[in-house]
């Protein structure tokens, strides 16, 4: 290094620049520059936040009614229909695990043109309603299984013929819906 270099630095560390720093000005739009920053991530993570409710509530109201329709299935369609059957276990559950959780269930016979000579078949259908916040609609859940009880002929048949024996042959299907 030579000694004209050294004195140029030396100068120039040496020297107090009046202007050096930040102006109010330049703070200010850098703290609102953040301050919108925050803002928006805020914002974001509350609607990430409300999502992940409504998928877990989603999906509890889904495996509330199809526990619903199991415990449908296993019971007599025509108590079912008559309202002999007591829901209220399900219904308290329900009422426990969503807000403004509520059951409804129907079984209807479904008529056809060889329903008098084949076997019965029924409709369960269940539906769990919810409303999953302050500011959002009520959300529905409906699930529907086909229910096809054998008549006594057909059981004998089928036992006489040494295959599997069976009372009722099932079908799933699922309606979701969300009114908006």
């Known amino acids: ?6 004195v140029f630095l030396r100068a ?3 020297k107090k620049n009046a202007n050096a720093g930040f102006t109010i000005v330049e703070l200010i739009v850098a703290i609102l520059v953040v301050t919108v920053c925050m803002a928006a991530f805020v914002k974001i993570a509350h609607v990430a936040r409300q999502q992940r409710d409504y998928g877990r509530e989603h999906q509890t109201a889904v495996d509330q009614t199809l526990n ?6 296993a019971c007599d369609p025509v108590q079912l229909a008559a309202g002999d059957i007591d829901l209220t276990p399900h219904e308290n559950l ?5 807000p403004d959780g509520k059951l409804l269930v129907t079984c209807e016979q479904l008529a056809g043109e060889e329903a008098a000579d084949a076997a019965d078949v029924w409709q369960l259908t269940a539906t769990v309603s919810w ?11 409906t699930l529907s299984r086909l229910v096809v009880v054998a008549s006594e002929e057909e059981e004998s048949t089928l ?14 299907t699922i309606d979701e819906t969300n009114e908006q």
Do not use: W, Y
């Open 94 to 98: 329900i009422a426990r695990s969503l």
């Open 131 to 141: 409303k999953p916040g302050a500011n959002l609609p009520q959300r529905d859940v």
């Open 12 to 14: 120039f560390r040496g």
């Open 159 to 172: 036992a006489g013929e040494g295959e599997e024996e069976f009372q009722v042959e099932e079908s799933a």
């Open 1 to 6: 290094m030579t000694l004209n270099s050294f």
């Open 68 to 73: 619903v329709l199991e415990h449908l299935a």
